[in-house]
């Protein structure tokens, strides 16, 4: 593993987060919101009702699983109020005899389906786990099938995102700033009466009602990702009711949620430097990567360039830019090095304009995710409402991340790293965002996966998850990539272990066994990322 003080731009990198955490707490990070409670109501007087869950086939699928909507209070102040319908899901233990409990598994995004999440992870399971566990999933509020939420539309998006660039001119944080507002207000336009409701706080306390509509009295958690801040909220206010938390992609959730600016910054620097990664990688395995004749990063900068001079028209009649190149790495890259000659080939194929992978614009379907992932995102967070700041710091972060930070930050309200400009103008309040301790005091033992090279959520976020809760154990993975359940078989026998048993792996564990860059052929699926869906990989 490198250490910090090994790595002269990761030194700078965590410096520039460093000075960002201290000017963004000096000038207004805390909370201003009123809290979805640290420690949220389970009984007495005022308690919503427990939903009921009419178990049906789901939609014909003839997969096992079965199919019911739960109603859950809306606003969570009126706990007797207007409601909401989650579409849920389950599949029975395959051995009754020998069942555990419940394994609620929980997709990443903000904005992947969960019913999806559990019935397309189903088989990637040890049989062990199917066995003993009724496998559940949620959509949770604001996602699909759970009242999705629109913001901007269609059309709206697609000019957006069409009208992006690789290398943005120097009006370019002007218009973003622009385009946050104009997202910002058409979500309360068109959601307005949800968009309040869609924080993690609320999300929590879902989950709590619906462990007791199914009978529990504790649960157990796998959430990769986002999902990892959703069972880090979860433990923290319930956390008695936690028989087994895995949280994979940690999140560390007082910098995400309060401050807010220095955990974009970690954010920008990861990716980026997982691509560095990636390319330095073509320049010294230029036969197999294909890509750069020796000098990729100069060769990746010109096609961005060449590709906003002179897009590409795909087959749908919309242009791939340098944006829509940025855009697209960016989820592809969290596949690790398995998926680089891959990668190699699809950027030698951009280069000679031909179809590509890299050159997808993003599709209606990504903009459901998208509406989510960002209003969910101003739900749970707060910046501070200076514009000044506003301009100084995402002018910093692009900067500090020149291969995709100035595509991804200044250009339109898409994934995690450039919410600032919508979220400082967002008009709601947050009445669903979660603000107590995230210490999870008194819960069971918890088990926080982090990946050394994520490009997505920084490794250093697991680290401090896992030293904020009061029962964490830090599971290490030295590896490219995000998240780390069924990337490594050292890691998933660990994690299956400790689900089954509630054993931990020792402290101080590392797993190091990354799948190499794979021959060209061997790979037949997976190549191309698609940001609306979420799975656990079949473990190799």
């Known amino acids: 593993m490198t250490r910090l003080a090994d790595d002269p731009r990761r030194r700078v990198a965590w410096g520039i987060s460093l000075v960002l955490t201290v000017v963004t707490a000096l000038l207004g990070g805390a909370p201003g919101a009123a809290a979805a409670a640290g420690a949220a109501g389970t009984g007495g007087a005022g308690a919503p009702p427990v939903p009921v869950l009419s178990w049906g086939p789901c939609d014909g699928a003839g997969d096992g699983f079965e199919c019911a909507t739960g109603r859950v209070p809306l606003d969570?102040?009126?706990?007797?109020?207007?409601?909401?319908?989650?579409?849920?899901?389950?599949?029975?233990?395959?051995?009754?005899?020998?069942?555990?409990?419940?394994?609620?598994?929980?997709p990443g995004g903000p904005g992947n389906s969960g019913v999806?999440?559990?019935?397309?992870?189903?088989?990637?399971?040890?049989?062990?786990?199917?066995?003993?566990?009724?496998v559940v999933g949620y959509d949770m509020r604001g996602v699909a099938r759970s009242g999705q939420v629109e913001c901007w539309d269609d059309k709206e998006y697609s000019a957006a995102v069409d009208g992006a660039r690789g290398v943005p001119g120097p009006g370019a944080l002007k218009e973003a700033v622009r385009q946050g507002a104009r997202f910002a207000a058409a979500c309360q336009e068109r959601s307005g009466d949800l968009v309040r409701f869609i924080g993690t706080g609320s999300n929590a306390r879902d989950i709590d009602l619906l462990r007791q509509a199914l009978g529990e009295e504790t649960l157990s958690f796998y959430g990769r990702s986002f999902g990892s801040y959703v069972g880090t909220v979860y433990a923290a206010q319930f956390p008695r009711?936690?028989?087994?938390?895995?949280?994979?992609?940690?999140?560390?959730?007082?910098?995400?949620?309060?401050?807010?600016?220095?955990?974009?910054?970690?954010?920008?620097?990861?990716?980026?430097?997982?691509?560095?990664?990636?390319?330095?990688?073509?320049?010294?395995d230029a036969a197999v990567c294909g890509f750069g004749e020796g000098r990729p990063r100069q060769a990746f900068e010109q096609l961005k360039r060449d590709l906003d001079a002179d897009p590409v028209i795909t087959a749908s009649g919309r242009p791939?830019?340098?944006?829509?190149?940025?855009?697209?790495?960016?989820?592809?890259?969290?596949?690790?090095?398995?998926?680089?000659?891959?990668?190699?080939?699809?950027?030698?194929?951009?280069?000679?304009?031909?179809?590509?992978?890299?050159?997808?614009?993003?599709?209606p379907a990504s903009f459901d995710f998208l509406n989510v992932n960002t209003a969910v995102e101003c739900a749970d967070r707060v910046y501070p409402s200076s514009r000044l700041l506003l301009d100084a710091l995402v002018g910093a972060e692009a900067a500090s991340a020149p291969l995709l930070g100035p595509p991804i930050g200044l250009g339109p309200p898409t994934y995690d790293h450039n919410h600032a400009p919508t979220c400082v103008q967002w008009p709601a309040e947050r009445p669903s965002r979660f603000e107590g301790s995230y210490r999870a005091a008194g819960s069971a033992p918890i088990l926080v996966l982090g990946t050394t090279g994520d490009p997505d959520t920084p490794y250093q976020d697991a680290v401090a998850l896992a030293g904020t809760l009061d029962g964490g154990r830090l599971l290490t993975f030295d590896a490219e990539g995000h998240t780390a359940y069924h990337r490594s078989v050292?890691?998933?026998?660990?994690?299956?272990?400790?689900?089954?048993?509630?054993?931990?792996?020792?402290?101080?564990?590392?797993?190091a066994d990354e799948a190499p860059p794979e021959p060209f052929g061997r790979r037949t699926a997976g190549t191309e990322v698609d940001e609306t869906h979420d799975v656990i990989p079949v473990l190799r």
Not at 86 to 104: E, F, I, K, Q, S
Not at 116 to 134: G, K, Q, T
């Open 320 to 363: 791939a830019t340098g944006y829509t190149l940025a855009y697209r790495l960016m989820f592809n890259i969290n596949a690790g090095k398995e998926i680089w000659p891959y990668l190699g080939q699809a950027l030698r194929s951009a280069q000679e304009r031909q179809p590509s992978f890299l050159l997808s614009p993003p599709s």
């Open 241 to 284: 009711r936690v028989r087994a938390m895995v949280l994979d992609g940690g999140y560390d959730p007082r910098r995400y949620a309060d401050v807010p600016y220095a955990y974009d910054a970690g954010q920008f620097v990861a990716l980026d430097a997982a691509v560095g990664r990636f390319l330095d990688w073509c320049g010294r």
């Open 490 to 511: 050292c890691v998933s026998a660990l994690v299956d272990t400790y689900l089954a048993t509630k054993a931990l792996p020792a402290p101080g564990t590392v797993c």
């Open 116 to 134: 999806d999440f559990a019935r397309n992870s189903y088989e990637a399971l040890p049989a062990s786990l199917r066995d003993s566990f009724d």
């Open 76 to 106: 969570y102040r009126r706990p007797t109020g207007r409601t909401l319908s989650l579409a849920v899901t389950r599949r029975p233990a395959a051995d009754p005899a020998h069942r555990t409990g419940v394994l609620v598994l929980h």
